[in-house]
């Protein structure tokens, strides 16, 4: 069985990811919360009932996954700088401002650590509590944000025509917003080796851009959730690393 956590982001993943378990023979249990990644000590939230409404699902995910000798693999998804910095990307996002990830007493804390550090450490510590209890745990790294609403990047509505071009990211771009956060997640990675990284940069980044369409299909939903054609499209890549070595079902 395959555990499926996270933010909004794991909730879009789910078809893919559980149709190609299926085929291999594993279940596939989904529990997301969206805007509150499952990290153990870190918690997002506009005001204190939201930051400890997160708090407590966090700790509902982790004990049922500790509790449940069925999971075998868990792969964490969720998105990256918008935690760490509290700003959106590109138009569709210019006028949204978000608070940081923070922890479940944020006065108490101030000053203490960065919102990357409270990320960093909520990972490692879900991670820790999963591993020990012999599970194979990896984390998806944010796929690129378009910047634009996913509709923008189609023609007009008779005709559904593609335009690609509407629907790209210069990669410095991308790099530029995405940098700190990657450099953290493989800096961590290295401190803690059973903590598998799965990165699917590639996928959608290359000959300078990032691009939401692929084989002429629009890979996301909106400007930074994967469709379910983005969802199915990255799902070998996925538990190619969170089924390494495992012979159970």
């Known amino acids: 069985m395959i555990g499926l956590i996270g933010d909004s982001h794991a909730h879009v993943l789910f078809s893919g990811v559980s149709e190609l378990a299926e085929k291999q023979g594993y279940g596939t249990l989904l529990l997301a919360n969206s805007g509150c990644p499952p990290l153990v000590g870190a918690v997002t939230g506009r005001n204190d009932a939201e930051r400890q409404q997160c708090a407590h699902s966090i ?7 500790r509790n449940d000798k069925r999971i075998a693999s868990v792969i964490i998804a969720s998105r990256g700088p918008q935690y760490l910095t509290g700003l959106g990307f590109g138009p569709v996002e210019a006028n949204h401002n ?26 490692v510590n879900t991670a820790t ?34 335009q690609p071009n509407q629907c790209t990211v210069n990669y410095e771009d991308y790099q530029r917003r995405m940098l700190p956060y990657r450099a953290l997640m493989f800096g961590l ?7 598998h990284i799965i990165d699917t940069e590639h996928v959608f980044c290359g000959a300078g851009v990032c691009s939401g369409f692929s084989d002429n299909q629009l890979l996301y939903a909106d400007d930074n959730h994967l469709s379910e054609a983005g969802s199915r499209r990255i799902a070998p890549l996925i538990l190619k690393t969170a089924l390494e070595g495992d012979t159970g079902k």
């Open 189 to 195: 990675a290295a401190k803690a080796p059973f903590l």
């Open 129 to 162: 509590q999963l591993h020990q209890r012999g599970m194979r745990v990896s984390y998806l790294l944010q796929v690129p944000e378009l910047g634009v609403p996913a509709k923008d990047c189609l023609g007009r509505p008779l005709t559904l025509l593609a």
């Open 98 to 123: 978000y608070l940081p990830i923070t922890t479940r007493s944020p006065l108490v804390e101030a000053g203490i650590s960065s919102p990357g550090q409270i990320f960093a450490d909520g990972l």
């Open 59 to 65: 700790e509902k995910i982790v004990n049922t996954l």
